[in-house]
């Protein structure tokens, strides 16, 4: 029974840390490609169940394509982009802008 314990404990101590490594990742890929719409840009959005990431594929004149990341332990996905796709360049503007935002705010705050 300790066994079993400790080695669920052990999974979930390493799915964390796995976790944790992926948003560094992806923020500091962000701090080099700079604020705004740009490919290979991360940004997540909060819900009421999680927090559900999103990284930039694409960025077109009037769309952006969108993949879905798994950098949460709890693999939340947005109810709107759900997986991910295109969608409207003001939409994800808005979600990268707010993103962008609150990430300069808890940095300075640091």
């Not at 077109?60 to 879905?68: L, Q």
């Not at 693999?75 to 707010?98: K, N, S, T, W, Y």
Request: aromatic fraction near 6%; include cysteine.
């Amino acid at each position: 029974m300790l066994l079993e314990l400790a080695t669920g404990t052990v999974e979930l101590v390493d799915q964390t840390a796995e976790s944790e490594r992926k948003v560094k990742r992806a923020l500091e890929r962000n701090r080099v490609l700079g604020r705004g719409l740009k490919a290979g840009k991360s940004f997540r959005v909060e819900g009421a169940d999680g927090t559900a990431w999103y990284q930039i594929t694409r960025v077109g004149p009037a769309s952006i394509e969108v993949e879905w990341r798994d950098y949460g332990r709890d693999l939340c996905m947005d109810e709107m982009l759900a997986g991910g796709g295109e969608f409207a360049r003001p939409l994800i503007g808005r979600l990268v802008q707010h993103h962008d935002v609150l990430q300069e705010l808890s940095e300075a705050l640091a």
